[in-house]
Each structure stands twice: as structure tokens, then as C-alpha cells.
């Protein structure tokens, strides 16, 4: 009784940790060089190589296959969802809008951020 205790704790901490990267993540845009945005981005690549999902979502979900946090929020509020094509559009579609979403902002728009590398 215990041990389930201390691993739902574990899963609520983690269900929180997860959707704050997530919201940092697109809100970087306005706060975060577009230059740090990519890094990030190649970084997220090389643990998808790595490891075949977000280290987080492995780590949340165990074996659960094809789901992600987008796709955990779409089924808990009751939606039938594809975890495939969510999964796929998470990991290859999304880190390009967040980009292309930073240098819109950040270079088109000539706004600044608050954090900087050169």
C-alpha cells in the first residue's frame, strides 16, 4: 500500500514536471534566444535517437505505447485520439512551429527576450 503511495506520488510529480517543460516549451518563443531554442531542439532529437520517446514520457508511462503528454491530456479529457499521429507530430512537427515561432518574433518582429546568448 505504501509502495503504490510513494509510485502515484512519483507519477503526479512527474505529471507535473512534464507539463511545465511543456508549457516552458512554447512559451520560449517569447523569452528564450532563438539560438538556446535550437540547441534544445537538436538536444530533444538526439534523446528521441537515443532512447525512441522523451525520457520523461518513458519514465511516466512505462510501456505504454505511442502516448505522450499531449495525447495523455486528449484521453483523459475523454477523447479518442490517434497516439501515432499525435506522437508524430509532438516529436517532428511541433519543435519546428516553436522555432520558426521564436524567429518570427525574435527576428521579424524585432522583439527582445529575456534571455540571451549573443
Known sequence: MKGDL????KNALLTVFHTILILLAWTSPFWLDWKIISIFIILYYIQIF??????LTKAQFKKEKDITMYAYYAELLGFKVNRKKIKFTADYIMPWII????????ILLNH??????W
Not at 6 to 9: A, T, W
Not at 50 to 55: G, K, Q, T, V
Not at 101 to 106: E, M
Open 50 to 55: 537515443i532512447f525512441n520517446a522523451c525520457i
Open 6 to 9: 510513494i509510485i502515484n506520488m
Open 112 to 117: 527582445s527576450v529575456l534571455i540571451q546568448i
Open 99 to 106: 522555432l520558426l515561432l521564436s524567429l518570427v518574433w525574435q
